[in-house]
């Protein structure tokens, strides 16, 4: 298998995370928790339900584990079968493998305690790591092969610098401890609201507008971290040498970051002034995933991105015998 072929694997794999974040979000929306009641099957005596909306938005968002499984069995064999090989993405693969099984579990117990709100955040933030995993799985899937890196993918070997400028690695690591805040209060936020996925399900006891209001603050520390990177990389040339042309190619992921900041700004205002109606909190939450795909992959490409000093970061001889042995069969 080519890197390129391994590549769309490592995309189908993000993809597939991010997915799964927007059909959990579905089954909270349509007020479709508890539309299977045990695990795994739906109910004590029917492992797949009689026919009903609820029963089948819960249930179905279950059988998407289905493609996550496969999106992680494809990077693990396919991570084998890459040529050149590079077993840290075989690494990858079985993470993301077993975050799935993982995610699994935390569902099963998220439905035995109807839907506690600690477990339903839990369930997010696994969701977040994995995303993270999948995201330096198409990162790393493009360090050979002659694959061109641009935006999330990652920088070519003549654009990586022997070190990034000081003010660029402290702005993206201010940015990567704000955008993670900004996640983590979003989780509060949600677990405050409305919607619970089921009558029944218990909130936390926090006043919706305080959270949300800390939650708006929170991007508001984002944003700033955000617009002073936006400076930074606008100051650089295009040309000029090899540190100044990896940081004015950081511009595209900023551009990106800049555009999706501010449609989640928009989207999260207006569905706190029309109270919270479920299709934006859709579209928030879907917002949310692939900005946290991007601003991970910004914060790779400059803490990984830089070129490897002489010696480092080379195949080892456990790594060329390996590869030797998988070459034969």
């Not at 890197?3 to 597939?16: C, D, K, N, V």
């Amino acid at each position: 298998m080519g890197p390129a072929r391994f590549r769309q694997i490592a995309w189908f794999a993000l993809a597939s995370q991010v997915g799964i974040v927007v059909t959990g979000a579905a089954v909270r929306l349509t007020k479709s928790g508890l539309g299977c009641t045990d695990w795994p099957g739906c109910s004590d005596d029917r492992f797949v339900p009689e026919w009903g909306f609820h029963h089948w938005v819960e249930f179905g968002n279950r059988l998407l584990i289905i493609v996550l499984a496969v999106a992680a069995v494809a990077a693990v064999l396919g991570a084998r079968r890459r040529r050149p090989y590079r077993r840290g993405l075989q690494s990858l693969g079985w993470v993301l493998a077993g975050g799935i099984f993982a995610q699994a579990l935390i569902g099963a117990v998220l439905v035995k305690l109807e839907l506690d709100p600690r477990l339903t955040v839990l369930h997010f933030v696994a969701s977040v790591v994995l995303i993270v995993v999948a995201v330096l799985l198409v990162h790393r899937s493009a360090a050979d092969g002659g694959l061109r890196g641009t935006s999330i993918i990652g920088l070519t070997p003549e654009q990586r610098p022997a070190a990034w400028p000081a003010p660029i690695r402290a702005t993206v690591a201010a940015l990567a401890v704000t955008v993670s805040v900004v996640i983590g209060t979003g989780t509060v936020v949600t677990g405050s609201g409305p919607h619970g996925g089921d009558a029944r399900a218990d909130r936390f006891g926090f006043e919706l507008a305080d959270v949300t209001r800390i939650h708006s603050s929170a991007m508001w520390v984002y944003l700033a971290s955000l617009l002073a990177l936006t400076l930074l990389v606008l100051r650089q040339p295009q040309h000029g040498g090899r540190g100044t042309a990896a940081v004015a190619a950081l511009r595209p992921d900023v551009y990106a970051l800049l555009a999706l900041t501010a449609a989640q700004a928009v989207v999260g205002y207006l569905q706190y002034a029309l109270g919270v109606p479920a299709a934006l909190v859709a579209l928030h939450v879907l917002g949310s995933a692939v900005l946290w795909s991007v601003a991970v992959a910004l914060v790779l490409k400059v803490a990984i991105g830089a070129a490897p000093v002489a010696g480092v970061g080379a195949p080892t001889p456990a790594d060329e015998r390996r590869r030797q042995v998988l070459s034969t069969g």
